[in-house]
C-alpha cells in the first residue's frame, strides 16, 4: 500500500492509527487530521471495503471534511475520523466496540467519536464502556444528545431551502421537484420535511424496500440509482456515499441546484468548477450537513441546551450564503470559497 503521506488526501494530517485486535476482529483506522480548534471531532463509520486502500482514502477524506465542518460551524472542535473495516457479512460484536473504544480512549481524548453510518446509538453505548470520549447517546427529553441524523436532516433541509431562494428565488418548496440519492436516516429526515412543505419527490436507494418505504411515506415515486442523479428536478440531493459528483455525472445533471446531506460529494476539487461552470448552484457538503456534529459538540461539550442546538443549526443557511456571495463576488465556486474559509479558520491558510 502507499503510505499515506503519499496520497492525494493525506493533506498533512496530525496523526493516522491503524487499529488491529485479532481476538474480536477489529480493523480500524482512526485520522486525526486537525486539533487546531480544539480536540479533534467524528463519528465512526462501520463499512465492508473492496480493499483496505478504500478505506484508509475514506477516513482521510472523511477527516479533513470533518476539520472543515466543525471550524465552518464555529464549533471549538477540530477534526478527525475513524473507519472500521467491515467483513462481507457485516458482523459487528460488542467485543469488537469495545476494542474500538479502547482504541479512542488511548488518543486521551485528543479524538471523540459519535456514530456514523453503519452504527447505532446502541453501538455509542457499548463504546462508552471503553472510553468517556463518545458522544451520540441516549438523550433524555429535552436534552442534546442520542442520534445525530435528525439533526443533520433539519440542517440539510435548511440548507436546500437557502439554495432554492438564492437560485430560484422561491421562499417555500411547495411544487418544486427534489431528487432523492439514499433512503436513509438523513434523507429520510430532509424528505418528511420536504413533503411537509408540499414538495414533490423522487427517491433512489441502492436498497430497493427503503426506497419504497420512503416513497410510500411521502407520496413521491421510486427512480433506480443509476437515473437519479440525471433526473429534470429543481433541487437533486445526494444523501448516500461521497464521490458521486464528477466529469460524467455534472455532465449529465439536469438541475439547477446540487444540495444534500452525503460527506464528500466531489469527486476531485475540479468539480467544484464543472458545477459553476455549468450554471448549478452547489451547496458545500460539510456546511450544509454540519446539524448532526453541532448536536454532538453541544451534547459532549454540556455547552446548551435542544434550544442552542436549533439556534446554531440556522445559522447554516446564513454561512450558505455567505459562501455564495463571495463566490459571486470572485468569480470562484463555491466548494473552492468554503474551503478557503475553512483553511483559514484552522490556521493552514
Not at 442520534?147 to 436532516?153: A, C, I, L, M
Not at 439536469?254 to 451547496?283: F, S
Request: glycine letters at 12%; aromatic letters at 4%.
Amino acid at each position: 500500500m502507499t503510505t499515506p503521506w503519499g496520497l492525494p488526501d493525506f493533506d498533512a494530517h496530525e496523526e493516522i492509527h491503524f487499529v488491529t485486535d485479532e481476538k474480536c476482529g477489529l480493523k480500524a483506522i482512526i485520522a486525526v487530521h486537525s486539533t487546531h480548534v480544539g480536540p479533534a471531532a467524528g463519528g465512526a463509520r462501520f463499512w465492508h471495503y473492496a480493499k483496505d486502500a478504500d478505506a484508509l482514502t475514506d477516513a482521510l477524506r472523511l477527516s479533513r471534511g470533518m476539520s472543515y465542518k466543525n471550524a465552518m460551524a464555529g464549533l471549538p472542535l477540530g477534526g478527525g475520523k475513524s473507519v472500521l473495516l467491515a467483513d462481507e457479512a457485516k458482523t459487528k460484536t460488542p467485543e469488537l466496540l469495545h476494542a474500538f473504544g479502547k482504541a479512542v480512549d488511548h488518543l486521551g481524548g485528543r479524538y471523540v467519536t459519535a456514530e456514523d453510518v453503519g452504527m447505532s446509538v446502541a453501538d455509542m453505548i457499548e463504546v462508552a464502556r471503553s472510553t468517556k470520549f463518545v458522544a451520540g447517546l441516549p438523550n433524555s427529553s429535552g436534552d442534546v444528545g442520542g442520534d445525530p441524523g435528525p439533526h443533520t436532516s433539519l440542517g440539510v433541509f435548511l440548507g436546500i431551502k437557502a439554495a432554492v431562494k438564492w437560485a430560484l428565488g422561491k421562499d417555500s418548496l411547495s411544487g418544486l421537484h427534489l431528487a432523492l440519492q439514499g433512503a436513509g436516516s438523513v434523507a429520510t429526515g430532509v424528505a418528511l420535511h420536504a413533503c411537509a412543505e408540499g414538495a414533490k419527490l423522487s427517491v433512489a436507494d441502492v436498497d430497493e424496500v427503503k426506497a419504497h418505504k420512503l416513497a410510500e411515506r411521502t407520496g413521491g415515486k421510486v427512480v433506480s440509482t443509476d437515473e437519479v442523479l440525471g433526473l429534470e428536478a429543481d433541487v437533486v440531493s445526494p444523501n448516500a456515499l461521497g464521490a458521486i459528483l464528477d466529469e460524467q455525472t455534472i455532465a449529465a445533471l439536469r438541475t439547477p441546484v446540487v444540495a444534500g446531506g452525503a460527506n464528500n460529494q466531489l469527486a476531485t476539487p475540479e468539480d467544484g468548477e464543472r458545477l459553476q461552470q455549468r450554471g448549478i448552484l452547489y451547496a458545500p457538503d460539510y456546511v450544509i450537513n454540519a446539524g448532526g456534529i453541532i448536536n454532538v459538540c453541544t451534547e459532549y461539550l454540556g455547552d446548551g441546551d435542544a434550544t442552542l442546538v436549533r439556534r446554531r443549526i440556522e445559522g447554516i443557511p446564513v454561512r450558505l450564503e455567505q459562501i455564495w456571495k463571495e463566490g459571486a463576488e470572485t468569480g470562484r465556486d463555491p466548494a473552492a470559497v468554503a474551503d478557503a474559509m475553512a483553511q483559514r479558520l484552522i490556521g493552514r491558510a
